[in-house]
């Protein structure tokens, strides 16, 4: 695991499981708001990387770039770039619709990040966020159906984490009701993930559909908190249950990604105690910082294992 010189440099040169990485410009700020150097975010990368990686294994990874810092301009990558280590594994997906990756057309070449040296080269390349399908690829890099179901509490204008956590607790519920134990996630934005693990893989299509029923059903029965459109005059003090991230094409922000938002904050696993604590209490539950996760993983352990 590299460790973050003791005098900051511009540029160092770290043996990363074997794998000799040049990390540069270590200074820059990439948080303005907090003066969070790059040097910083790896270093919360690497000692958080026993918990992410299994998260990420298997799984293509969409990368949001921002080169010069938050605030500034940012992209999305999901190619692996022009210069990417042979040792880095790839994958050649299909370019995805709805009901997943396809046979046909185009082709898209993701990274794998599945080991600590891929992380950090990642990183290193100013890739805050990491954003996975809810399918994976096998070991020959063949699609694989969906694993889990996501859904995406996103507060409207006049709502808040506070306002997510009481309807999470209704979803869990109808979750439940269909067999599906739920597991929290705060978003490291505004809002809550929550993710339900599948005994065996489904078509995207299958598990969008699920996700879309759940939502509109919640809309049916509580239509003053939830709303299962994604027209965002609509919701205005609600809690948009967005089910969309279950298509194949479609990405999360994975948990243990840092956040492009203006102080570095991450998707942080949470467990059903603190969720019902903010559904309580508005100041009961926040997003968390990098040294809080840090912390928590020390105490906890992965709560998303």
Known sequence: MPKKPEHPQTEVHVDVEGRTLRLTNLEKVLYPSTGTTKGEVLDYYARVAPVLLPHLAGRPVTRIRWPHGVGDMSFFEK?????????????????????????HGDTLRFPIIDQLATLVWAVNLAALELHVHQWTVDDDGDPVGAD??????????????????????????VLAERGYDALPVTSGSKGLHLYAPLDEPLPSDETSAIAKEIAEELQA?????????????????????DWSQNAG???TVAPYSLRGTPRPQVATPVTWDEVAEGADDPLGLDQF???????????????FA
């Open 289 to 303: 910082s990098m040294a809080q996760v840090l912390e928590r993983v020390e105490q906890y352990g992965d709560l």
């Open 148 to 173: 889990r179901i996501v859904i995406d509490l996103d507060p409207g204008e006049g709502a808040g984490l506070h306002e997510c956590c009481g309807v999470a607790l209704l979803v869990r519920d």
């Open 221 to 241: 029965a509580h239509g003053s908190l939830v709303t299962a459109t994604m027209t965002k005059a609509r919701r205005r003090g609600k809690v948009f249950l």
């Open 249 to 251: 094409s479609k990405t």
């Open 79 to 103: 190619n692996a770039p022009a210069g990417t280590p042979s040792w880095v594994r790839t994958a050649e997906v299909p370019t995805t619709g709805s009901r997943g990756p396809s046979r």
